[in-house]
């Protein structure tokens, strides 16, 4: 086992490892064990009930967080003709064609998204060997790969977060910073809990939330109790 910090120690201690927290409590849990030097990201780990080696149970989407993720991101486009001029006025960082994959072929990953136009994958299809394994291959799935360009970029922009259960049935999502304010970030939570919800594939039987946990990025984690999450959506959604 990795030693931990004394610093995340005597975080650790605060949490009561024979309880579940409901959503809130463990949000403000989160908000007052994060002591790093830097504005830890509020991260939300699920367990889900599928079985994602069936095709008829794999949870994949993106949703735009309410509230943002407090990250700024950076964002390159490939396109052509009017399609160029679109991207640069809705906010892409970089946009180009040829010459922007070759400066990818020569190394260059200063960027957090890829969006491209359908015609253009002939040009971003041969760089999949280096996109992929960084997560960043633009995909019709999460809308990366899409003809309406400022709707995309904008929504990458404005908070956009892809999700993905892994083999195991895992998700990790950010859910914003911890500097937010904990209405924000309840907002946050019950979207992406709410999209979850939305997504759940019809063949999952039993549970579908086994196991939810929060925590920030250099803290410890505060299991939820999955029974409450349906009530706390509720609750956060009237007082929107």
Sequence with gaps: MAKRSKRYQKEFEKVDRSKVYDPESALNGVKETASASFDETVELAIKLGIDPKNSDQQVRGALVLPNGTGKEVKVVVFAQGEKQKEAEEAGADVVGGE????????????????????????????????????????????????????????????????????????????????????????????????????????????????????????????KVDPNLISDFIEEVMLSV
Aim: net charge negative.
């Design 99 to 222: 010459e922007l994959a070759e400066r990818i072929e020569d190394g260059w990953l200063d960027f957090d998204v890829v969006v491209a136009t359908p015609d253009m994958m002939k040009v971003v299809g041969p760089l999949g060997r280096i996109l992929g394994p960084q997560g960043l291959m633009p995909t019709p799935k999460v809308g990366t790969v899409t003809f309406e360009l400022e709707k995309a970029i904008k929504d990458l922009k404005a908070g956009q977060i892809e999700y993905r259960a892994d083999s195991n049935a895992n998700l990790h999502l950010p859910l914003g910073k911890v500097s937010f304010d904990l209405e924000d970030l309840k907002e946050n939570l019950a979207a992406v809990m709410q999209e979850l919800q939305d997504v759940r594939p019809a063949a999952a039987k039993g549970r579908y939330f086994r196991t939810v946990v929060l925590s920030s990025t250099m803290g410890p984690g505060f």
